[in-house]
């Protein structure tokens, strides 16, 4: 044979070679079930009750499950923010969850947790109880609201990111604060969590004021007792108005 016959004949066994593996790998997807879902960890939800939600049932062809059904009904759960899903050629399918990240904590109509959006969680079974602050002094926008959706407040919104700020800048201060109250004037004012000192934030600048808040409680507060402190007032510039219980009001910072 000349290699022109050679060249002809080899590429005629790679199109049948081809084809043949084509119709097995068909064949071998009609016969694969379904054996096992793989659940990663998760931080606020039970294992069992994100596969009861995805519908799955072991014994059904692998191939035959739409994913992007399984996706939509994992989706209507209000905690999960996206999910990624795989199936394996030995009979199982991979699915990876990212929750919501749960930020606070408020009750309207009911109790409800808030991500960073504002979207309004539902309380659920949770393996891991937040221990996030509560907002409060929202009375007026306690009508028609639905869990799963995000909360319309642009008070809301700030005071999220004041507890994500305060957070960022000292995480041991952030732990002291219970609640985070927007008053009659509008202006955010923080409570602690041992003795419910208020320490009025105001309504702008925060970062710098948690910064010297945050200063000021390492260097005064802890030395001399939280339990001896009245109130912080924090909205002015540049400054503190702090009541001790021993009446002295003084300018710090």
Same mark, same amino acid.
């Given at each position: ?6 060249? /002809? ?5 790679? &199109? ?37 939600? @995805? ?6 062809? *692998? ?8 996706? !939509? ?50 309380? *659920? ?6 221990? &996030? ?5 929202? !009375? ?8 799963? !959706? ?6 809301? #919104? @700030?005071? /999220?990111?004041? *507890? ?14 219970? !609640?985070?109250?927007?008053? %009659?004037?509008?202006?955010?004012? #923080? ?43 924090? %909205?002015?510039?540049?400054? #503190? ?11 710090? #910072?």
């Amino acid at each position: 044979m000349n290699l022109k016959t050679t060249y /002809i004949i080899w590429m005629l066994l790679i &199109v049948i070679s081809f084809f043949l593996l084509c119709g097995f790998a068909h064949q071998w997807k009609q016969i694969i079930i379904l054996e096992n879902v793989n659940i990663a960890e998760t931080k606020y939800l039970y294992e069992d009750d994100v596969y009861k939600l @995805t519908g799955l049932v072991n014994g059904k062809l *692998l191939y035959s499950i739409d994913l992007d059904t399984v996706r !939509e009904r994992l989706l209507s759960n209000p905690y999960i923010h996206d999910v990624i899903m795989v199936k394996q050629i030995y009979g199982s399918i991979d699915i990876i969850i990212f929750e919501r990240e749960i930020k606070a904590s408020i009750f309207l109509d009911k109790f409800y947790y808030l991500d960073s959006e504002a979207r309004l969680l539902p309380k *659920l079974r949770l393996k891991t109880i937040p221990n &996030v602050p509560v907002i409060s002094g929202v !009375e007026s926008l306690k009508e028609n609201n639905i869990s799963g !959706e995000i909360f319309n407040s642009e008070y809301i #919104l @700030t005071a /999220i990111r004041m *507890l994500d700020t305060t957070k960022n800048i000292d995480e041991e201060f952030y732990l002291l604060i219970s !609640e985070l109250k927007i008053n %009659r004037n509008g202006d955010f004012v #923080l409570l602690t969590d041992d003795y419910a000192i208020p320490i009025i934030i105001g309504k702008e600048n925060y970062a710098e004021k948690i910064l010297m808040l945050s200063s000021f409680w390492r260097q005064f507060v802890m030395r001399n007792g939280s339990q001896n402190l009245i109130y912080i007032d924090a %909205r002015f510039k540049n400054q #503190l108005v702090v009541k001790w219980k021993d009446n002295n009001n003084k300018n710090i #910072l």
